[in-house]
Every structure is written in structure tokens, then in C-alpha cells.
């Protein structure tokens, strides 16, 4: 990028993502404890939103298939952390998520509309059974004790793929996939008559987004000492981004991070105050703001500053 085009307000967004990233790089050194919890919480539904986001947006394809690959995450740092180093673990995670993922895309990114999200949850819900299933047979318990890390440990990893996922995210939507993309949710046959390899490219995305999914499962592993497929593979792993990403606006990838981190923080704040009240609450909250922001945060700040910048432009 010629750095004599950036305008000024680029300039001032590169500001912003540095002192941001140096604020959440020195962060636990300033501060422990429930601090430090709250923000890895945090970052690991911005990676699930935008991993959600890079696929499931351009595409107008819903994918309810996040807890399956997170909950993979999970029982691949069950297995091998400790006996591999962390780092490792991640990176498998991902991979094995990437795998799985490439298989499912395969067979199913053929179906569209409500077919193919009623197999992306039924993928969950199959993945849980076979895992409790394999534990009730080889193992004869239902979980699985984990090698925990600590808080530190399980936050910077969360940061630095929290990174990867943005920066994969900006890539993808930058290259000839995100093009690809954009055209096949627009209109599928035109982009497939144009072309464009729409199941490779599909197949692609998708398992990439399951990369960072499975990595995300597996740092959160380790911030428990015991899981079973319940905890790693719930439910709610599938819907919680879908309504973050439509909490914070789907119209560029700064909306899917402020709806995860706003929904997040909210989330945790009615459960620590209001836990009888929590769901009925939290429900409220999403129906007003589905009802009266339909493009989520981010699009109603764009027209609150169009009206802004429209009123100070007009004549007197």
C-alpha cells in the first residue's frame, strides 16, 4: 500500500489498531485476575464471530456448525497438551478442525438455504454423540481431565490467534475468494457460468474459518480441569456468534468484533448481577436491539453521523 494515499482517516484507524494492540499486549502485566478472564472471554468470541463472519457473510450461507469444530478444540488439548507443548496443541486443533471441516464442506456445501443449516447443527449434534459414545467405550467415563495453563498462558494465545483470525479475515476478503464469495451470495449460478469454482471456493473458506474455531476451543480447554462433550460441544457455541455478528453489524468486519465484545461483556454483567433474570433480560435486550438497530452498532453509528455530518452540511 503507498503509504502517501492513506487518508487521514486511516491514519487515524493504524492509531488506533497499534495503541490497541500494545494496550492488550501489556494488559495482564498491569492487571490479574478477573480482568484478564473477562477479556480472553472476550477475544475467543471475537474469533468465533469473525471466523463465523468469514464464511457464513459474504456467502448468505448459515453455518451452525461452530461447536462442532470448537468442540474439537477441546478434546484434541484434553488428549495431547502435556504430553505436547501448547503451542502444539493449538496448531493441531486447528488443523484437525481444518480436516474435518474440508470433509463436511465437501459432501454438504452443495445443499443451500435451510438445508444446509439444518445439517450444520445436526453435524454438532453428531459429533457429540460419537465423542460420548467413544468415551463411554474406551475410556468407560463420560469427560475428560485437562492440563490446564495459566491465566497469562491462555491469554496471550487467545490474543495472538484473536490476530491471525483478523488478518486471515482482511486477506481473504481482499483476494479473488472474497470476490468469489461476494458473487455467490449475490447470485450463485452467475458466479458459477462466470467461472469461479463455487464448491472449492466454498469448501475452502469454510474450512478455514474452522481453523481458528478449533484453535479457540482448544486454549479455552485449558482454562478448565474437566470437560465432557456437553461443555464442548453446547449448543450455544452455534448461536452466540450469529447474534453477535448481527448484534455489532455485518457490514464490515469492525461490526462482528464490537458485537462480541458488547454482547460479551452485557452478557457477563446481567449474569453477575441479575442470575435469576439473566435470559429473560439478555432476550429483551437482543429483541429491542434486532428490532430498532437492524444493522447492528455499527450501522446505527453510520447514520447517526450521516444525519450528523448531513445537518451541518445543509444550508441555513
Given amino acids: 500500500m ?11 484507524a493504524s492509531g488506533l489498531l497499534l495503541v490497541v ?51 474439537v478444540g477441546f478434546y484434541i488439548a484434553a488428549v495431547f497438551n502435556g504430553p505436547l507443548p501448547f503451542v502444539a496443541v493449538i496448531i493441531i486443533a486447528g488443523a484437525v478442525s481444518f480436516v474435518m471441516a474440508l470433509v463436511v464442506g465437501a459432501l454438504t456445501l452443495r445443499l443451500r438455504g435451510v438445508y444446509f443449516a439444518i445439517f450444520t447443527f445436526a453435524l454438532t449434534l453428531m459429533v457429540t454423540s460419537v465423542v460420548l459414545e467413544v468415551e463411554r467405550v474406551v475410556t468407560g467415563t463420560r469427560g475428560r481431565f485437562v492440563v490446564t495453563e495459566s491465566t497469562q ?68 480447554a485449558t482454562r478448565r480441569t474437566y470437560i465432557d462433550p456437553g461443555i464442548a460441544f453446547s449448543l450455544n457455541t452455534s448461536f452466540w456468534p450469529v447474534l453477535m455478528a448481527l448484534f455489532g453489524g455485518m457490514g464490515n468486519l469492525v461490526g462482528p468484533v464490537i458485537g462480541a465484545a458488547v454482547f460479551t461483556y452485557l452478557g457477563e454483567l446481567l449474569l453477575t448481577r441479575f ?36 445537518g451541518r452540511g445543509a444550508p441555513a
Avoid: C
Wanted: proline content about 3%; charged content about 10%.
Fill in 2 to 12: 503507498n503509504i502517501k494515499r492513506l487518508t487521514p482517516a486511516r491514519w487515524a
Fill in 21 to 71: 494492540f500494545i494496550v492488550l499486549s501489556l494488559l495482564p502485566t498491569l492487571t490479574q485476575g478477573y480482568l484478564v478472564t473477562l477479556l480472553t472471554d472476550i477475544l475467543r468470541y471475537v474469533v468465533l464471530t469473525v471466523g463465523w463472519m468469514i464464511f457464513s457473510g459474504p456467502t448468505n450461507y448459515m453455518s451452525l456448525a461452530t461447536a462442532a469444530f470448537y468442540g
Fill in 153 to 220: 498462558t491462555a491469554y496471550y494465545a487467545m490474543l495472538i490467534v484473536t490476530i491471525v483470525t483478523l488478518v486471515m479475515a482482511v486477506l481473504i476478503r481482499r483476494s479473488r475468494y472474497g470476490l468469489a464469495l461476494q458473487s455467490i451470495g449475490q447470485y450463485e449460478e452467475a458466479a458459477a457460468h462466470s467461472g469461479i469454482n463455487v464448491v472449492l471456493t466454498k469448501v475452502m473458506v469454510f474450512a478455514a474459518s474452522a481453523f481458528v474455531m478449533g484453535m479457540a476451543g482448544a486454549i479455552i
Fill in 275 to 310: 442470575p435469576d433474570l439473566y435470559m429473560l433480560i439478555f432476550g429483551v435486550v437482543l429483541i429491542l436491539a434486532i428490532a430498532f438497530m437492524p444493522r447492528g452498532i455499527v450501522g446505527l453509528a453510520e447514520q447517526v453521523w450521516g444525519k450528523i455530518r448531513g
